[in-house]
């Protein structure tokens, strides 16, 4: 009876283990912005396992989106906002460290994967092999994730796909060639962060981050690294023109009074 008991608990533990594999934005909503400049938003003290989860959505064989972090925001007006993320270290809730030397690359996208009462998409529902297939061919993709390009995904219910529309990807550090050409997006610093402006219409938005060390994917077992991110929303280039602009005709009105 105790050993069915434990083949029973096994089971259960066994058949939760996909849900960690769902892609979800608990505690990783950056919010909604109107697109008035100066909103800002930060989250910390999130993190992925393995440092290679962006950067192996870059390749052929596409990646596995439970190595990377999914975020998202709102705009209800255009914008244009900056998407920082940063290596942190901190300790998690079992009590282990989580690293912050990560080099960290993102994806931002337009779309929304399902979010309750949906059920959550993950690489492995039978929907979204078949979509991998159609697109990939057939068996030849390790996950739905696509750090370049759009991608599609849905959950176990079938649901009509989530689509998430390319927009932009950015990483730290320098250029990035592990055989199939430069990897475009690096920030040519690696300093454990990595930040760039996007131009954006209303909408919702998700963010996908991970590591960008390729290699790591054959390192076990495989640390967790930590993330905090922020969004904010910036001034567009136009307004900085037309405050320039406001400056200089000051300085010449000045200039006048003077003479
Ligand atoms: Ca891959
Ligand atoms: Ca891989
Ligand atoms: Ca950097």
New binding site residues.
Partial sequence: MKNTFKYALLLVGMTSLPAMAHIGYGGRDFGTFTGAPGATSTITNQSFTGNFGWI??T?????DSHRVRAYDFHLTGDADVRITFSGQSFVNSSGATVLGDTNPGFSLYRGLAHISPFAADHDFAAGSIAIRDAVGGIGLT??SFRALTDWSITNDNNDPASVFTFIGSAYDGSNIDYGSGVIPGADGLADHMVSQVFHLTAGDYSIFVGGTDYFSQSVDPRPAYGLTGVVSVVPEPETYAMLLAGLGLLGFSARRRSV
Avoid: R, T
């Fill in positions: 192996d959505g390749d052929a064989d596409w990646g390790e996950g």
